[in-house]
């Protein structure tokens, strides 16, 4: 089944492991940053594999990268909003550290288990993106983190079906949908905010698209009728 174009790749980002320093209020300060946070643009189509995209890296590989987050897609919808916060007027795509800037496409329209075909390749939504410090140590705002939490809106992480090249301008299609209704923003609030319902914890950790990480964290979570 081939359904017809959600969205448009807008821009497309790599980036190597660099070392920064620590923000003033960042409790670990003491040790220098090692990220790959800041992410260069790609000129021309860049091969994604199973891991990802060409040249780009993972600092922390314990929390980042491998198979179920080897493509980080993001909204270029949200970036309006960012710029009208204080600290955050630079912002832009490539903000949040993702591969994928796209237009058209929101937490509230994505759904976990989403096949894309994107360009050369195709993608599978594996889960939210579960946001880190690390978004508020790239742009030295503390604050920054609660407030992505509080809006959810911190992208999708897509595993790789199908291995091929991407390139600004591509086409973002849904191909399949196994878990209609089961968005990435319903996903974020199932397990950021109370109370939960029964039902919708034991719906969420049964979606096979889903990824491990995420089944397994809400299974343990409590719930609330």
Not at 52 to 57: N, T, V
Not at 101 to 122: I, Q
Not at 190 to 216: F, K, M, N, Q, S
């Amino acid at each position: 089944m081939s359904l017809d174009a959600q969205g448009t790749v807008v821009s497309v980002r790599a980036g190597r492991v660099q070392r920064h320093a620590r923000p003033a209020w960042d409790e670990v300060r003491s040790r220098p940053w090692d990220t790959a946070f800041w992410k260069d643009e790609v000129v021309g189509p860049v091969r994604v594999g199973r891991l990802g995209l060409e040249g780009d890296e993972q600092a922390d590989k314990r929390h980042h990268g491998g198979p179920e987050m080897a493509v980080l897609m993001y909204a270029e919808a949200h970036y309006a909003m960012w710029r009208t916060l204080e600290g955050l007027s630079g912002m832009g795509p490539g903000g949040f550290g993702e591969n994928f800037t796209v237009a058209g496409l929101v937490e509230t329209s994505v759904c976990v288990g989403d096949v894309l075909s994107v360009g050369g390749a195709r993608l599978q939504v594996s889960s939210p993106r579960g946001p880190c410090v690390d978004i508020s140590r790239r742009w030295d705002t503390e604050w920054l983190l609660k407030r992505v939490l509080a809006e959810r809106r911190p992208g999708w992480y897509l595993r790789v079906l199908e291995e091929g090249p991407v390139a600004v301008g591509d086409a973002v299609r849904l191909v399949e949908r196994p878990h209609p209704g089961w968005t990435v923003d319903r996903l974020l609030a199932i397990r950021y905010v109370t109370p939960r319902l029964v039902a919708d914890l034991d719906g969420a950790a049964a979606l096979t698209a889903l990824a491990v990480e995420w089944r397994t964290k809400i299974a343990s979570l409590p719930a609330q009728d």
